[in-house]
């Protein structure tokens, strides 16, 4: 699965954007979204997604059961 970020609490504060390791995080009409062929839930870089991590509204990035779970090549 990858993260979205729900638009509708995203105060476009910014602090996801320089935090993902994969650049999966840009601004798209005032507020940020996540490219879910990038996303990797943050997987072999860190033990939690930093968007999540770092966001300062609580359940804005969110799991999003629309893709698949992430899978490190073998």
Known sequence: MTLKIIASQCTSCS???PECPNVAIT???GTFVIDPKKCTECIGHF???QCA???PV???CVID???PRYQ???
Request: aromatic share 4%; charged share 30%; hydrophobic share 30%.
């Open 27 to 29: 601004e798209k009409n």
């Open 72 to 74: 490190p090549p073998a």
């Open 65 to 67: 059961n629309a893709y």
């Open 47 to 49: 033990d939690a997604p």
């Open 53 to 55: 991590a770092v966001c």
């Open 58 to 60: 609580d359940d804005t």
């Open 15 to 17: 602090a996801c954007e």
